[in-house]
């Protein structure tokens, strides 16, 4: 079956500009997750989504980022103004939201943002 | 100061050889995963430890949760180039929707 599929693979932008990351979650997956890797770093959580709601957005480093999740299916990461401190993989996962037990998260591939 | 240290960061060995990474933290776990992340990919799922003294094999993947539930390790019984990889370990928060990783480790597995 699909998993969960990111837009673009990779995105080249000047500092600045204005970038959207798009997500497509796992079919059925009401749970939906953002996270950044940096060059040689573990992912570092961004924001969760259950539903169409943004459950915690403890994450997002500053308020240039914001997503939505509006129809509770794909979600879009919004940066504004980049930097060249925003260069990094964005990770999208999606889960089940099944109570009383640990739902998997599974990640897309992400997308390469590079600042110029 | 991170949450999770992983060590060593960078392993390069050559087919065959035996290898241990390792996960370590202050504070205590209620559980750990591991994860391997291939070039271009997100990161996979390999196991989830819970137990203190827990042992849990895949195939030639060896997990190890430390009794005290402050550390971990990964052993990987004559490797091969397949995997060649990013191996991260990451812990869960309590409702289960945050997963905050280690540094990882990247390990390449020469023929």
């Known amino acids: 079956g699909a998993g969960v599929s990111q837009t673009p693979s990779n995105k080249v932008t000047e500092k600045g500009k204005y970038v959207e990351l798009r997500c497509d979650p796992i079919?059925?997956?009401?749970?939906l997750y953002w996270y950044r890797q940096s060059l040689g770093q573990g992912p570092e959580f961004l924001i969760y989504f259950q539903g169409t709601g943004a459950a915690d957005d403890s994450g997002l480093p500053n308020d240039r980022f914001f997503a939505v999740r509006p129809e509770g299916s794909v979600s879009t990461l919004k940066i504004q103004r980049t930097e060249r401190g925003d260069s990094a993989v964005y990770l999208c996962?999606?889960?089940?939201?099944?109570?009383?037990?640990?739902?998997?998260?599974?990640f897309g591939p992400g997308t390469r943002l590079t600042v110029l | 100061t991170q949450l999770l240290e992983q060590s060593p960061q960078f392993l390069s060995i050559q087919e065959g050889e035996n290898l241990t990474v390792y996960c370590n933290s202050s504070s205590v776990f209620s559980s750990l995963q591991w994860y391997r992340q291939e070039p271009g990919e997100g990161p996979v799922l390999l196991v989830t430890v819970v137990t203190g003294g827990e042992v849990k094999k895949l195939k030639r993947l060896t997990f190890q949760f430390g009794d005290a539930r402050k550390d971990s390790s990964l052993h990987i019984t004559a490797a091969q180039p397949g995997d060649t990889g990013l191996y991260l370990c990451?812990?869960?928060?309590?409702?289960?929707?945050?997963?905050?990783f280690g540094g990882g480790t990247r390990l390449m597995v020469k023929p």
């Open positions: 996962a999606s889960s089940l939201a099944l109570p009383g037990v640990y739902n998997e998260q599974f």
């Open positions: 990451a812990l869960r928060n309590n409702a289960g929707n945050m997963l905050t």
């Open positions: 079919s059925g997956h009401t749970a």
